[in-house]
């Protein structure tokens, strides 16, 4: 059956990568493939109204739209037009024996009027309710808690220069909810309201989208290599996964800001198991024992790129010159002591984020990480996306932060086993790193494009442009 998905009219291009990840985890691998979308007729790509065929019944598609932070809602399409005569007579040929065992005489319902870029007056509302005659409702009405909704979703022509995607032709939608979004959780998880936060911590909604293309639920360890203050992994815990993480900054992951503000604090507070451990590691030196490979579901995180901050790893300067050798901490300095770091570049970075992937998710784990994006002075991207042996790109999401540069997130899939050739040729690039540090340093200093001063004084573009879509 083909439903009509309603979508949020925000973050776009997450839209339709998060249901095909839930329609993965609910319904099993190679489920997410095998979903299909296409537009309602005169409508733009962008426009909240989709129609998707799902690889299950009408359970599969209550739990995607039930556990989705960007569907509005899922229905049982009975019928659209373009007035509500031509609504009339669509529905009216919808099959009865579909219609019918929902609009029986022992069943409550509710019929509710909404609408996307414009408003209706209770008054119209009203009167489109009564217009409804021709559906044979038998049942009592429950505006608290009814069996059944129904719902008429009207756009039209709004004008333009709004923010909204252009509309070619009204349109009238009227059917059955199969499933809702739950969006009140994310009032409960807003950053301003957790004790533990920090320069770069997560957006609450960004971090349970993450969650979903990392396919978090019971069962599943879910590991962050940048863990930071542990917003991702209060994600993926409300969702009952298993969490670990590790961070360079041994006061972060140690001391916080005190005993009860710290990442555990963070976990304390919403309830939710704390993580199985957290490290202080580095990413460019992993502290796995030789031989441990293949112990965790999912890795999600947000490497730095060096706009908001940047990237460290263990070193210090004299050390990667070689100007001095590695040393042992000596036992009386241990506890304090916090280890020298050194600049770490983008490129080096996500390199070694890969290699550790590669190495530790199972076969079929999913790796999920934002990639920074400059963008060409037109406003578009073209990107050029990490690749390794191992892993598939299933998804790439675009989030425009500026008209300088935007991220994107990858969800990648290990379809591969990793090999001693790989790790081979991990190796060998790892210490081409190494010896060329400052030279990747200078290539991939992303600071210095975001934030270079504009030509002339002058802003780069206009300050209320068209509809630029993907940009909410």
């Not at 989705?68 to 609504?87: D, M």
């Not at 360079?248 to 001391?255: G, K, L, N, S």
């Not at 460290?312 to 036992?331: A, F």
Request: aromatic share 10%; net charge neutral; with cysteine.
């Amino acid at each position: 059956m083909w439903y009509l998905c309603v979508f949020y009219h925000r973050l776009l291009d997450y839209r339709r990568p998060e249901v095909e990840s839930l329609a993965e985890l609910f319904a099993g691998p190679g489920s997410g493939e095998s979903v299909e979308w296409r537009m309602p007729e005169n409508h733009h790509e962008d426009s909240p109204f989709h129609l998707v065929r799902l690889p299950g019944d009408e359970r599969l598609a209550a739990q995607v739209a039930n556990r989705s932070l960007l569907v509005k809602g899922i229905y049982e399409l009975w019928g659209h037009g373009t007035t509500y005569e031509e609504l009339e007579k669509s529905v009216m040929e919808y099959p009865d024996e579909r219609k019918l065992p929902f609009l029986t005489p022992d069943s409550t319902f509710k019929i509710i009027v909404d609408s996307f870029g414009k408003a209706i007056s209770s008054q119209e509302q009203n009167d489109i309710m009564k217009s409804l005659t021709y559906i044979p409702f038998k049942g009592r009405v429950n505006l608290k808690k009814p069996d059944h909704k129904f719902f008429v979703m009207e756009t039209d022509d709004y004008g333009s220069n709004n923010g909204l995607p252009p509309v070619a032709k009204r349109t009238v939608f009227f059917g059955r909810e199969v499933g809702a979004a739950d969006r009140h959780l994310l009032p409960t998880y807003q950053l301003k309201s957790r004790k533990y936060i920090g320069p770069t911590a997560m957006d609450a909604e960004m971090a349970f989208l993450m969650a979903n293309q990392g396919l978090a639920r019971p069962g599943k360890l879910v590991y962050d290599p940048f863990v930071g203050t542990g917003s991702i992994l209060v994600a993926a815990a409300h969702f009952g996964a298993m969490t670990m993480g590790a961070d360079i900054d041994i006061r972060v992951v140690r001391d916080g800001r005190g005993p009860d503000c710290n990442v555990w604090s963070n976990f304390e507070q919403y309830k939710l198991p704390e993580p199985l451990s957290l490290l202080r590691a580095d990413n460019n030196l992993p502290p796995w024992r030789p031989g441990l490979k293949e112990m965790f579901d999912a890795i999600i995180c947000d490497p730095p790129y060096g706009v908001r901050a940047g990237g460290r790893k263990s070193g210090g300067r004299k050390l990667i010159k070689g100007v001095k050798g590695p040393y042992t901490v000596p036992d009386e300095k241990r506890d304090n002591h916090i280890p020298s770091t050194a600049p770490y570049s983008l490129a080096e970075c996500v390199h070694d984020l890969l290699h550790l992937a590669a190495r530790m998710l199972v076969m079929g784990g999913r790796l999920v990480f934002f990639y920074p994006v400059l963008r060409s002075e037109d406003g578009a991207a073209s990107p050029q996306f990490p690749e390794h042996p191992c892993f598939k790109l299933i998804a790439s999401c675009e989030q425009i932060l500026s008209y300088r540069y935007s991220r994107v997130l990858l969800t990648m899939v290990k379809v591969s086993p990793y090999t001693e050739e790989i790790e081979r040729v991990a190796k060998e690039r790892h210490r081409e790193f190494r010896e060329n540090h400052q030279k990747w340093m200078e290539e991939g200093n992303l600071h210095s494009a975001v934030f270079e001063p504009a030509q002339d004084g002058k802003p780069d573009k206009e300050l209320k442009p068209k509809y630029r879509g993907k940009y909410v």
